[in-house]
């Protein structure tokens, strides 16, 4: 009987998940779903949410995805073909995309990124008056940099979230993704920044590069040299962007020179753990060998 009832309401239900657009859906979703509509779609009371969940499944299209997360595994169900963005968004509503992901979105790399930064940015902090030292920039670029790992494999592609610093979402905008989904993206100038502070979680210094080269019809120059003292970051990247600018070969003098008014007080380093670096004494930087 029960099944019977559910058969009657298959059209019903795939109605309402058509019209509503809503094709990522928790299970928290879902029980809400069910405990709405249940009268109205004829569902009677002896069928589980676990009997649902396989009716959706075997007869309404639906995916049962498991993302396992290190801290916390979690399950997502599909309705129809939601790109991996509104999945990673699902997991993440109040962030948006950031790094070699907000690259792809922008055109910004000839690549296809398979991982998806997503970026969640942290309350805001009081920092106390800690004085930078070249000993202590030394010190940092020769370890390893941190990286998140808070990832779940999706198909071909891992989510990655990112616990970034309090920006106030500066530089993000809203996009739509391949299916005119809304996603949130970072600007192209708030691109150029993230992937110059974090090389490495944007394909490597070559691909960072490359978007340099690849934004120059698009990037506003003053607006990044404005973002970058408006975060306020304790280590001199306007000296990486200055060295990535002039390296690309695409920008003019009067916009290099926009990032040689920062103050040069310190060696900086292009990426961590740099083996026999070249010196790039303009800068103020070392870069990888040959680069």
Known sequence: MANRRLTAAKKSVQSFFQAGGRQVVTSRGLAKVLRDHRHEWGIPESVTFRTFIAFLVQSCGFEVVRL????????????????????????????????YTAAGILNLTDQIPRVVYTNTEQPPKRYGNSQLTQGRI???????PRLSRSTADLGEYRICLLSGMHTGVAGVVTKEDADGAPIRV???????????????????????????????????????????????????????????????????????????????????????QLADPDYIAKWRLYVPKGF
């Open 186 to 272: 970072t600007n192209i100038e708030r691109t150029l920044l993230d992937m110059t502070v974090r090389p490495f979680y944007a394909g490597g210094v070559f691909e960072v590069l490359n978007a340099y080269r690849r934004a120059r019809q698009e990037v506003d120059v003053g607006a990044l040299a404005g973002l970058l003292r408006q975060l306020r970051y304790t280590y001199p990247y306007h000296q990486a962007i200055g060295f990535y600018l002039e390296s690309s070969g695409a920008y003019s003098r009067q916009e290099i020179n926009l990032f040689r008014e920062f103050p040069f007080d310190y060696d900086f380093y292009l990426t961590h």
């Open 68 to 99: 396992a997360f290190p801290a916390r595994a979690t399950t997502r169900y599909l309705h129809g073909t939601p790109s991996v963005y509104q999945v990673a968004l699902s997991v993440a509503p109040k962030g948006y995309f950031s790094h």
């Open 138 to 144: 030394d010190g940092a670029f020769r370890k390893s």
